[in-house]
């Protein structure tokens, strides 16, 4: 996990210098520890560059510490949630957003949070190995109905190695999604023939998941029992 998080905070490095050399660059941190752990170890210089590309947009601050599961209980999640709030306070940095990956299930402990917060919009992606999309439906926006009168806008995405699958990473070994193999290189036709066989099927099952199952689909994100559509 140590390893993992100085990883990260080269990451946000590396995503500076892009930024800095391309102008259409952008960056989400999608979680608030990464932040921490890049602050704690950033130079003056960096920590300025930091603030600055963030109050332009280049790159994006998200008030989730990190991608919790139901197990932090509500004291803790709020506490961890309010950092990311006081970080943006303190240095002048617009939070509005949110985003969960990889966690099949998320208590409404965490919603209420994220809207203490100043949340206005959170992204959410299922796991497909180890659970399945909300109202079976692959992306969707709806109102997260928190329990105590308020309410959360969320969009549910494809799980975020979608494109990779498509080939916009080749080599990444992205295969349960859609496709039974992945790509070891670059194929444009490849690329092309997958892109439009997923949009084709998004279009003729009303966006229903149209991908196939296997054994590992079993667990229902018990989320989608707390939602309320609107």
Known sequence: QSRSLRWHADF???AMRLAQSQEAFRWTCETFIQVEQFWS???DSEKQLF???VQA??????AGWGNFSEL????????????ARQFADEHKLPLTCAMTADVNGTPRAYGRALVDAGVKFL????????????????????????GDGRKLL???????????ECGVFPGADIEYTVFNKPMRAFDEAESDHRLATYLRGMESTGDRKSTRLNSSHLVISYAVFCLKKK
């Open 12 to 14: 946000i490095r590396q």
């Open 123 to 146: 992204l959410t992606h299922v796991h497909p190995h180890h659970g399945h999309q909300p109202f079976e439906k692959r992306t969707q926006p709806f109102w997260w109905d928190l």
């Open 41 to 43: 170890e950033a130079n």
């Open 57 to 62: 947009g280049r790159i994006g601050l998200t």
């Open 51 to 53: 603030v600055k590309l």
């Open 72 to 83: 932090p209980d509500e004291q803790l999640t709020a506490a961890l949630t309010r950092r």
């Open 154 to 164: 969320v969009h549910h995405g494809e799980h975020y190695q979608q494109a990779n």
